[in-house]
Each structure stands twice: as structure tokens, then as C-alpha cells.
């Protein structure tokens, strides 16, 4: 029971999903104990490349809290996450602001087609391959009542 008497609390690190698909940008810095102010950059930036790309009904672009994978000294650094029930989960870091968003919109095209998420390294988009931080398989959870996702 976590004390709330009316249901469970959201927690500020909770990102509601209301697409099949989602894709995170980490709006905060750890590091400085602030908003980063690339990710917020970022993240006006792809979701206007996922509209312009015919995705956004498809994927919801959201911010949310720090996503821990960033490195300090590689000076404003973004990371994002690609999630979807049933599918791997993919970050990649690094990820500039600045530069064209097109492997990105890419990754997020072959991702949405796949059944599972799971893509080759090989098979991403080529500034991706160095950016991959993680592929995380996609959850199942064994109960005594049977398989549920």
C-alpha cells in the first residue's frame, strides 16, 4: 500500500503512453542538477520530425526525468529512449540537437514495423551503431497464474 487512499501515486519519473509506440528524451541533468536545456531542444525538434515523417500517431515523443546514461565530458550530450509494450527497449546517447534528426526518424520507422523491436546492430542506421548505450529485451513477466507482458 503506498498511503494513498484513492489508488496508486504517479511518480515523477512515470511517463504516460497513449501511442503504441514512445520514444523518451531525457530533459534532465544530473550532472548539473537541472533542465537540460539540449534535451528540451531536442525534443521539440523530433517531435516535429516524427510529424513531418507521417509518424505521430504512431509515436509519442515525451520528455522525461534523467535517464542516466549521459557522459559529462562530452559537453551536451542527449540521450533518448525507444519503448512499446511487447518490443525491446532501445537508448542511444550522444545524440546532438544540432545535427540532421534523419537516422533517428529512421530508427523509429523500422522500429514501428518490427513485431518485437529487436534489430541487428548492423542493421541501424549508421549513426546510431556508435550511439547504442543499450537494447534491453522486452519484459516477461512469469506469475503463478501463466505468461503476462
Known sequence: MDGNPTGPRARSYC????TPHQILVCKACRHKGDACKPGFV????????????????????SG??????????????CVV??????KATWLFGDIDPDQPLDDLVAFARTYAALEDGWIG?????????A???ARIPAAMIVTREGMIQ
Open 121 to 129: 546492430g548492423r542493421d541501424l542506421p549508421p549513426r546510431l551503431c
Open 15 to 18: 511517463v504516460a503512453q497513449t
Open 81 to 86: 529512449g525507444w519503448r512499446a509494450t511487447e
Open 42 to 61: 531536442l525534443l521539440k525538434k523530433l517531435r516535429a520530425a516524427i510529424s513531418a515523417a507521417g509518424l505521430g500517431d504512431t509515436f509519442e515523443v
Open 131 to 133: 550511439a547504442t548505450l
Open 64 to 77: 522525461t526525468a534523467c535517464l542516466a546514461a549521459c557522459v559529462p565530458d562530452h559537453g551536451e550530450p
